[in-house]
């Protein structure tokens, strides 16, 4: 069980009345401005689970999480406020879709409303605002534009197209059913692998109705309808009030050591990409 009350408080959402359209579209907009695309437990070795219960609570002291934890504790309010909610074995990928399908690095929801069933997605970094409806289609929110249409290679699958400014090309899912504990052994190469893109290099994302606010490493962008905004964090103090003031990440639960850990790692890690450049 989850505590749908605290739950909604953190959203700044009232309780709906019904599982109705209207308040889906609420949810999930509270959802992706208020509750960042993070990972950085995992650039301190110290990951959390993916179970619903450890998600949410996750969420209630101040925290997000990537897919797993997003769209698993988004997925578990959305079935304890009525909603018909499924998840998906999803991955994301490059502009030629892959034929072995979806990889598992990505958990998709959708949502039956009315005959019609919606992508429901919190956990694409930086993505969607809205659902979108599983219609083939072009679809623009803010400044973004993305695409939806059935798979070419997965039976009955879908595949999303984020903007071209996005952080990905491309997502597919699978129509079967799955449950939580279906991503755990890649949750845990994605999570604590060094060799994991999540490991080697700290970033969130938050979403809003005019565009969307980037922080990896040390390159802070705001993307937006009329281009984009970046600069580079100096200091270890200006990268967490960044943190507090753009990604409302509550980080009280670090102390002083895991603090530096993370500005040294995010320091190193801006040094080796810029070396890369350079070279």
Not at 178 to 192: C, D, I, M, N, P
Request: glycine fraction near 10%; aromatic fraction near 8%; hydrophobic fraction near 40%.
């Amino acid at each position: 069980m989850i505590d749908v009350d605290r739950y909604l408080s953190v959203l700044g959402v009232e309780r709906p009345s019904a599982p109705t359209a209207e308040a889906l579209w609420v949810l999930h907009r509270a959802h992706a401005e208020r509750i960042p695309y993070e990972t950085t437990d995992n650039q301190l070795g110290r990951p959390s689970g993916i179970s619903a219960e450890e998600s949410v609570a996750r969420i209630l002291r101040g925290r997000g999480g990537y897919c797993f934890h997003l769209n698993g504790a988004f997925a578990a309010l959305l079935d304890a406020l009525g909603y018909d909610v499924t998840l998906h074995r999803a991955g994301v990928q490059e502009e030629v879709e892959d034929p072995d399908g979806p990889g598992g690095d990505h958990l998709a929801l959708t949502v039956g409303l009315d005959g019609q069933r919606w992508l429901v997605d919190i956990g694409l970094a930086g993505g969607i605002h809205e659902p979108l409806p599983l219609r083939a289609g072009s679809y623009t929110q803010g400044p973004f534009t993305y695409g939806m249409a059935p798979s070419s290679v997965v039976p009955g699958g879908w595949r999303f197209t984020h903007d071209s400014r996005g952080a990905f090309d491309s997502m597919v899912f699978a129509p079967e059913p799955v449950t939580l504990s279906s991503f755990e052994e890649k949750h845990a190469y994605l999570s604590a692998d060094p060799e994991s893109g999540f490991v080697r290099v700290f970033q969130t994302q938050l979403r809003d109705a005019k565009g969307v606010d980037m922080l990896r490493g040390r390159v802070l962008r705001r993307i937006h309808a009329e281009g984009t905004d970046e600069r580079i964090i100096d200091s270890a103090e200006e990268f967490y009030e960044v943190l507090a003031e753009v990604f409302h990440l509550d980080l009280t639960d670090m102390d002083a050591r895991e603090r530096a850990l993370l500005w040294e790692n995010v320091t190193e890690t801006h040094a080796q990409w810029l070396a890369a450049r350079q070279g």
